[in-house]
C-alpha cells in the first residue's frame, strides 16, 4: 500500500505543470483530462508577474507559457531539475533563453503552421489600411473632416502593377504573397538566408539583397524571425533607400525595426507610410512618437487574434506539453 502511494504520487509529480495565463478552454480541458495532469494556472488575461511566475514554476515537469513571458536562467532554476517540458503557445521562441534550455535537456514545443493564415490575413490588412490610409479616413468622418468630395484628398497607393519585397519567406511570407499576388503585383522580390527557390517558384519571386530589396520595392513586408542577424535589421539605412512613396509593414518581431529611424523616416517624408503588428516594447507606451503620426497603423500584435486560431493554437501547445512529459513525439517540437 505503501509503495503504491509513493507511485501515485511519482506519477502526480511527473505530470504536474504550471500555465502562465489564462488561455483558450479547449486547451486547458486536454490538460486537466489528461490522466494524473494536475495543473496550476496563473488565470488572467494579464501576464503573470515575475514573482508568481517564479513560484508557480517551482517543482514542476511541465510549463506552458506565452511569447511575452521570459523564460530565462532565473525561470529555469526557479524550476528546478525536475522541469523537462517548455510548451510555447507561439511560432515565436526568442522569448526562450534555448542554450540554456538545451544545456539542461528540456524539450520545447512551438506551434507553427496553424497561425500562418491569419497572420497572413492580418498583414495584408495591416498594408491595405496603411496604404489606403483607412484609419486617417475613417477618422475624417467622425470629426467632420468630410464636407465634400475631392479629387486629391485621402489619395494613397495600390497595390496593381507594384512591386512588394517580403523579408523571410518562410510560411507566412508565402501566405502573404500568395494573398496579394491577385492584387495585380507585377514583381515579388524576397530577402533572407538564403533562397528558396521552389517556394519562390509560385510567385515568379526574385531573391535580392536588403539594400535592392529596400531600392526597388513600392511594399515592404517584414514576416522574418527575430534572430541577431535580423535585430534593428530595418533601420535609418534601410529607410533611406527606400522609395518617398513606399509603405512599410512588419508583422514578425518588434526589435526588427530600429524605431526611431521609422518614426525619423515617416516623420520627414522618406517613406509614406507604415503598419505595425509588433513593437518594442509591447505595449508601446500610448506618448510614443509614432503614436503622433497620421501615416502610422499600429495594432497590438493580433495577428494571430481569431477565435478558430487560438483555440488550434491552444491545442497544439497541450498537446505538446503531454506528449514531451509522457516521452513521446511532439506534434511540434523545436529541434535544440
Known sequence: AVAGARAARAAAAAMSVFVTRRIPAE?????????????????SEEP????????GVAGTRGLLCLLSDRIDREV?????PDLKVVSTLSVGFDHLALDEIKKRGIRVGYTPDVLTDATAELSVALLLSACRRLPEAAEQVKSGGWT????????????????????????????????????????FLYTGSGPKPESAAEFGAE????????????????????????????????????????V????SRGAVVNQEDLYEALAHGQIAAAGLDVTTPEPLPTDHPLLSLKNCVILPHIGSATYATRSTMAVLAANN??????????????KL
Open 27 to 43: 486547451g486547458l480541458q486536454l490538460l486537466s483530462q489528461a490522466s494524473g495532469c494536475r495543473v496550476r494556472q496563473w488565470d
Open 48 to 55: 503573470v508577474p515575475r514573482a508568481e511566475l517564479l513560484a
Open 76 to 80: 529555469l532554476d526557479a524550476a528546478g
Open 148 to 187: 465634400t468630395w475631392k479629387p486629391l484628398w485621402m489619395c494613397g497607393y495600390g497595390l496593381s502593377d507594384s512591386t512588394v519585397g517580403i523579408i523571410g519567406l518562410g510560411r507566412i511570407g508565402q501566405a502573404v504573397a500568395r494573398r496579394l499576388k491577385p492584387f495585380g503585383v507585377r514583381k
Open 207 to 246: 531573391f535580392v539583397p536588403l539594400t535592392r530589396l529596400a531600392e526597388e520595392s513600392d511594399f515592404v513586408v517584414v514576416t522574418c524571425a527575430l534572430t541577431p542577424a535580423t535585430q534593428g535589421m530595418c533601420n535609418k539605412d534601410f529607410f533611406g533607400r527606400m522609395k518617398k512613396t513606399s
Open 248 to 251: 512599410f509593414v512588419n508583422t
Open 321 to 334: 506539453l503531454l506528449a514531451g512529459l509522457r516521452g513521446e513525439p511532439m506534434p511540434h517540437e523545436l
